[in-house]
């Protein structure tokens, strides 16, 4: 069974910095692309940003583009995103996302569909006050 958890959530002002953390336990040998979504209230997620099993490539939303930063960690199969200068509309619950070992590549055309990923995090909540 994998388990994905994220860490790293919580309240911040306007123009602040917060990192999320993400580690999914995976088959021995397996390394995963993995990426984040996120949902505010009354909207539907969203992508938000994905890095490759390698760490070769990322993507990012234009929303977030020069402001957030996504990494492969340390340890096989974590991820972390760093999210800086943070305005009231990041406000949401992200979303950690496993892709399928055996899946397609990401690319720009598919990174964004929820249908790319198998497996998904609780959840983590984000505040932004402005």
């Known amino acids: 069974q994998v388990q994905v958890v994220e860490s790293g959530g919580g309240l911040v002002q306007a123009g602040g910095s917060l990192r999320l953390s993400c580690a999914a336990s995976m088959r021995a040998g397996t390394t995963v692309s993995m990426g984040w979504f996120r949902q505010a209230p009354g909207k539907e997620r969203e992508f938000v940003s994905a890095?490759?099993?390698?760490?070769?490539?990322?993507f990012y939303t234009d929303s977030v583009k020069g402001r957030f930063t996504i990494s492969r960690g340390n340890e096989k199969n974590t991820i972390n995103l760093q999210m800086n200068s943070l305005q009231p509309e990041d406000t949401a619950v992200y979303y950690c996302?496993?892709?399928?070992?055996?899946?397609?590549?990401?690319?720009?055309?598919?990174?964004?569909?929820?249908?790319?990923?198998?497996?998904w995090g609780q959840g983590t909540q984000v505040t932004v006050s402005s």
């Open positions: 890095i490759s099993w390698s760490g070769a490539d990322t």
């Open positions: 996302v496993v892709a399928s070992p055996y899946g397609p590549a990401l690319t720009h055309s598919n990174v964004g569909s929820l249908a790319l990923y198998d497996y």
